[in-house]
């Protein structure tokens, strides 16, 4: 059984902030609170392309805040069949 989108996103973007992915709430907004900036936001984003293998648009990590936010997006891309 493969992992969860939410287990993959937990975990690329625990591994960019330098933390446990248990220690990640759904909704707390990551940018406020581990002051991620434009940088880190865009390396979980290259992360999670390799992860899943497929391109997301630059346009959709501008609004990303939380992991919730990532797990959203990258369903309804996935789903959408959009690469």
Not at 23 to 31: K, M, Q, S, V, Y
């Amino acid at each position: 059984m493969s992992p969860s989108i939410d287990s993959i996103v937990r975990h690329e973007v625990a591994a960019v902030l330098g933390i446990d992915p248990t220690e990640l709430a759904g909704d707390e907004p990551f940018i406020r609170t581990y002051k991620v900036d434009s940088l880190e936001l865009t390396e979980m984003g290259v992360r999670l392309e390799r992860s899943l293998g497929r391109r997301l648009p630059v346009q959709t990590l501008r609004d990303i805040v939380s992991v919730d936010d990532f797990v959203r997006v990258l369903t309804e891309h996935l789903r959408d069949g959009q690469s």
